[in-house]
């Protein structure tokens, strides 16, 4: 059995096939017992987001074909479309991207933090349907210890590499504490929504959506426990609002010089924070001009994301040496628990060939043998019966001429210590 990690995602894939092999959490129960079904996978884990499905296996080394061919069939898509985008790594390589993975480093936006977050998701689901219970389950507990390390150690989730972070991150810094900020919100896209996900999290105060259509602001703003408005009331909405931030495919201004004036007034000249993410601007130009406005294009805010990037990449840089590390601390964990099973099978044939002996030993003391005989054919007995397949073994080694196999032979039984005229002297008091 081997690690496998097979999967599709943002950088392999498009939307569209992203779309038909995602996993929504109720099809987890049934696909993770299909998997485990399989002859060739004995552990299985799925983590399905928008930018990637991936399938963690321990796995028989020619199981990827298998693995391949249940995804195909468990989405009704047929193979060749998913051979065209789809990655496999196997044993080191696996653990090596599973960490990868859980540190933000093969996401889209690099150290984004939400991808761990998915990952301890698609662990618990795993562990919650019974599909682990071996070393898949310790690979993700290392995983989610290095994880942790590189995010500590590293800062590389410090600064914000996203449009809509570097929004929020800026109003942040001018407001300090957003618990005691309302923000209005012009357009309902993308952008919008990560705004208004990434506001919700800083803890603002309020948020109010307003977009050309009512409909789609109010789905917006219900996930997030906001307000819907239509564009006709943002003059209302101005006044009550700290922060601004609009991104629309509008190809003329909503927001004027004299608008916001106006709101101004009405606020006592408390201070407004603007950002403008569309192209066209959605705010005039002149309305930066205002006493107590500041306000901000998308291309201010690019400077502080290639500012902010460069700094992840360095700690990126750092965090995969990390992980190199991380790896070779799983492989010497796998190495010390294999000798360990090594060790308890030894021990185990050991202490039956005792039982053995000593059942012997009691029935011929139950018939009446002088025990001191006894004792004697027992010690005699059992040291044979115990070196007698090391013996043999070691004697067709060296006839063999395997030296590796004697060299390790004399390490494991004599110590590396032991020189040959101690050797000698142990032999004759045996």
Request: charged share 25%; hydrophobic share 40%.
């Amino acid at each position: 059995m081997t690690l496998l990690a097979l999967g599709i995602n943002h950088k392999t894939a498009a939307l569209a096939v992203r779309e038909r092999v995602a996993f929504a959490p109720n099809q987890l129960e049934q696909a993770l017992s299909e998997l485990k079904s399989l002859s060739a996978v004995s552990e299985a884990a799925i983590l399905s987001t928008c930018n990637r499905t991936e399938i963690y296996c321990t796995a028989e080394e020619s199981g990827e074909q298998d693995v391949l061919d249940w995804l195909s069939q468990f989405h009704r898509l047929p193979s060749e479309d998913l051979i065209r985008c789809a990655y496999y790594y196997h044993g080191n390589e696996a653990v090596r991207h599973l960490m990868r993975v859980a540190c933000g480093l093969d996401s889209m936006v690099l150290g984004e933090p939400q991808i761990l977050g998915q990952l301890k998701s698609a662990y618990q689901q795993a562990r919650r349907f019974h599909s682990l219970d071996g070393d898949l389950e310790r690979l993700f507990q290392h995983t989610f210890a290095t994880a942790k390390q590189v995010r500590t150690e590293t800062g590389i989730g410090d600064n914000p590499v996203s449009v809509a972070y570097a929004a929020v991150n800026l109003a942040g810094r001018i407001f300090g504490d957003l618990a005691r900020s309302r923000a209005l919100l012009i357009g309902a896209g993308e952008t919008i929504e990560l705004v208004a996900r990434h506001l919700k999290e800083a803890g603002i105060q309020g948020v109010i959506v307003a977009n050309r259509t009512r409909e789609r602001a109010q789905t917006l703003a219900s996930e997030i426990e906001g307000v819907a408005i239509g564009l006709e009331e943002i003059p209302a909405a101005l006044t009550c609002a700290d922060i601004i931030i609009s991104s629309t495919a509008s190809p003329l201004p909503i927001l004027g010089k004299g608008m916001v004036e106006s709101a101004l007034k009405v606020r006592k000249h408390r201070p407004f924070f603007m950002v403008d993410i569309a192209v066209p601007r959605d705010i005039e130009s002149q309305v930066g001009e205002l006493d107590d406005v500041f306000l901000y294009t998308v291309d201010d805010l690019h400077e502080v994301i290639e500012e902010n990037r460069r700094s992840r990449e360095a700690a990126a840089a750092q965090a995969e040496e990390m992980i190199v590390a991380g790896v070779s601390a799983w492989q010497h964990e796998q190495r010390i628990r294999g000798a360990g099973d090594l060790i308890k099978r030894h021990r185990q044939q050991a202490e039956a060939l005792r039982r053995a002996a000593e059942t012997q030993a009691l029935s011929q003391l139950a018939q009446g043998q002088d025990p001191e005989e006894v004792i004697r054919k027992l010690t005699h007995q059992l040291t044979n019966k115990l070196l007698h397949g090391t013996t043999a073994r070691l004697r067709a080694a060296s006839g063999a001429q395997r030296q590796d196999i004697i060299q390790a032979a004399e390490e494991l039984l004599l110590g590396e210590k032991v020189g040959k005229q101690e050797v000698a002297v142990q032999e004759q008091d045996i």
